[in-house]
């Protein structure tokens, strides 16, 4: 079964820092796909950035980028240069071929201090 | 371009009462999830539309919940008889098939059952 772990509960950053999240996955299909999700207080899941299982290079979208270190089954989230309103919970997911709904981590919260 | 909404955002009833819950999805994409949130975890798949048919279905689907995509654009989500157990925030997303199959959130619908 296909499942996603993510070990830190809460995480602190100074404002302007980087940050990594982490995230482990487990599946045995060979094509799958990899999200991060941003869940703010507000409640609305926001789509930040996505990897394929097949993808040579990591993903980049703005001030996020994920190191995907496939034999180690991992798929870290990093947010360079952190400002305030990125405190929110971070998700990560994935789907593979046979199974397009996402199976969800439990989440970190990502608390950034001025 | 409107995102996925969600029809009513709150929603407080009794137990034993009926509920309905609607999702309209991004206008071009033709699949649409339904997950279910409970507070301090990851949303769980409920069922998955790919334009009017339903080709995936959760065991946390209990008989008590039925989901529709008449025409393949909105959706609704009936819970029947509803228990305190059911107390959640219910997420919709739609996504458009091919490429990395991104799913776009909407605002939910929270549900508080009494």
């Known amino acids: 079964a296909q499942k996603i772990t993510q070990t830190q509960p809460g995480m602190f950053v100074q404002e302007k820092e980087a940050v990594t999240l982490d995230c482990t996955y487990d599946?045995?299909?060979?094509?799958?796909?990899l999200f991060w999700y941003k869940q703010p207080s507000s409640g609305e899941m926001i789509f930040l950035i996505y990897?394929?299982?097949?993808?040579?290079q990591n993903a980049t979208e703005g001030r996020y980028s994920l190191n995907f270190q496939k034999a180690r089954k991992s798929a870290n989230l990093v947010i360079s240069a952190s400002q305030l309103g990125d405190s929110a919970m971070y998700f990560c997911?994935?789907?593979?071929?046979?199974?397009?709904?996402?199976?969800f981590g439990s989440g970190t919260r990502l608390q950034v201090q001025p | 371009d409107t995102g996925v909404s969600q029809d009513p955002r709150h929603k407080i009833t009794k137990r034993g009462q009926n509920v309905t819950f609607r999702c309209d999805p991004i206008?071009?994409?033709?699949?649409l999830y339904w997950y279910r949130q409970t507070l301090g975890q990851g949303p769980e798949f409920l069922t998955y539309?790919?334009?009017?048919?339903?080709?995936?279905k959760s065991r946390l689907l209990s008989d008590r919940f039925s989901a529709e995509r008449p025409k393949g654009s909105f959706s609704t989500l009936e819970i029947q008889r509803t228990e305190q157990g059911d107390s959640a925030m219910y997420l919709c997303?739609?996504?458009?098939?091919?490429?990395?199959?991104?799913?776009?959130f909407g605002p939910g619908t929270r549900l508080t059952v009494t």
């Open positions: 997303a739609s996504s458009e098939s091919g490429g990395a199959d991104e799913q776009y």
């Open positions: 206008s071009e994409h033709n699949r």
């Open positions: 599946t045995s299909d060979p094509s799958y796909g």
């Open positions: 990897q394929g299982s097949y993808d040579q």
């Open positions: 539309f790919q334009n009017e048919a339903q080709l995936e």
């Open positions: 997911a994935m789907s593979y071929t046979g199974r397009r709904a996402l199976t």
